[in-house]
């Protein structure tokens, strides 16, 4: 008996230690607006040692040998520096992310984010609390980082409620939460036109010459991950009632009985506001559809399609965002008494933009790397080579999606921020990949899988303290090995099924999402 003891002990101890090593690796890597500022010093500098090199690469856009642009010289440096910020105020992502944040911004400062995710678990049945549960973290990804601190919280208030482990319930919401994180729930989130936007970077600095004139959809992948959000809740719905709930069975909730939170009912003035800001939300989608159906439409291209890239439509995703959670926050504030003036509403707007504020800094370290990454023409020379030696070797296309999943899943285990990740990976992969006849689309929905699958067990992440915290409250010895035991099988399958599901869309031919192809150039 106490062999057995002694073995579980040694592997948590074993799983500890090598907790301990990632977060110390981790830990000394350096900040990714400084990692930013240091790869792209490391671009001048192997800008000016292979400037003189010859290399036997074509360049496709000249049919001459690539030269490498010293970014050194004194002309380069002084057009650098004049372009400075152009370049930061130019940057895809960062207006993206701004603008969409400005309305998520209000609905959530109103209450009204709060109150909707209340309001769906709160009249959810006994045995539908897991899939729902989970459903509602995928949800919250429209509102960016709420989740994690409100529906990770919620989820063990109401598993405890129901006579469930708490712990449990935790799982499953940090399973849709952030293991579902490239999931969308039907609502493009701000994460779709953010990853879009990196992608589109990725693809400017390609030497391919069809990719002069691509335009990256910010729906790219919308198909695929409304469609992975089925996946993620039935695979998270097994694992968390036949796996981790039978695991948690023999552990005790030693928390204070008084000191344990509760989910508050909502009030009549909440349930009043929510319905009259649904009404609004429900309303302002109608105007839109009813404005966008005609064939001479102002939201059509001029080949009067509305999905077409170049379609009004489609560049007005995030400004679309914005407007659909300003309204219902405005509506749902002024109804539930949340909001008195104008000035609460520029509150909300100002709050949201003080908490992006290192978004900010890393954006511009980003954008000065990617101009420099792009005028040196290392990205043209690396993708080239990289894309002779795939086919060198001859690897199948399917292994090579794998690697993409698998190397951005470690990638993750050490850089935590999602638009970190995807400006570095994709700056090399997309190029690289599309003189193989990869599309952008198919790279980037690899891409999210591997990122999402492994944001669960990652120290890194930086609301992963704040997990461990919530799991403290209701069983006091718990730490990072526990959520780390919590949410490692949801890692594995996740990579494995979901894997296996974007390789279905490629192997059939279904399309990723609104614009996107499989292959490169597109047909």
Sequence with gaps: MSAQQA??????????????????????????????????VFVWVASWLLSGVSFNE???????????????????????TSRMVNTFVTFAPLGIVLVAMLGLGVSEHTGFINAGLRSILSVTPKMLLTPVLIAVG??????????????IPLGAVIFYAAGRHPLAGIAAAFAGVSGGFSATFFIPSSLDPMLAAFTQEAVNLSAHPAAADLVINPLNNFYFTTASTFLVILVGWFLTDKVIEPRLKNTQVDADAADLPVMDELTSREKKGLMWAALSMVGAFVLLVISALPEGSAWRADSGELADAAAPLMRSIVSLIFIFFLIPGVVYGYVAGTVRSHRDIVEGMSKAMSGMGYYIVMAFFCAQFIYAFGQSNLGALMAIKGANWLKEMA???????????????????????????WALIGAIMVPMLMELG???????????????????????????????????????????GTLISLMLPFTVAFLICWTAFLLLFWGFDIPLGVGASHSFPAG
Excluded: W
Aim: charged share 10%; glycine share 8%.
């Design 7 to 40: 073995a579980p002990a040694e592997k948590q101890s074993m799983l500890n230690r090598a907790l301990n090593a990632i977060e110390v690796v981790g830990n000394k890597l350096p900040d990714p607006a400084i990692l930013f500022a240091l790869l792209m």
């Design 58 to 80: 074509v360049d496709p856009r000249t049919g001459e040998s690539i030269q490498i642009a010293n970014l050194l010289a004194g002309s380069s440096l002084t057009e650098f």
């Design 138 to 151: 995928i949800l919250s990804h429209v509102a960016v980082d709420a989740g994690y601190v409100l529906v």
């Design 395 to 421: 690897f199948p296309m399917g292994f090579t999606l794998i690697g993409i999943v698998l190397l951005t899943g470690f990638v993750n285990l050490m850089v935590g921020s999602a638009s970190a990740k």
């Design 438 to 480: 990869v599309s952008p689309d198919l790279t980037q929905a690899a891409y999210r899988v591997g990122d999402s699958s492994t944001n669960i067990i990652t120290p890194l992440l930086p609301y992963f303290p704040l997990i461990v915290v919530f799991c403290q409250k209701y069983v006091k010895s718990s730490g990072i």
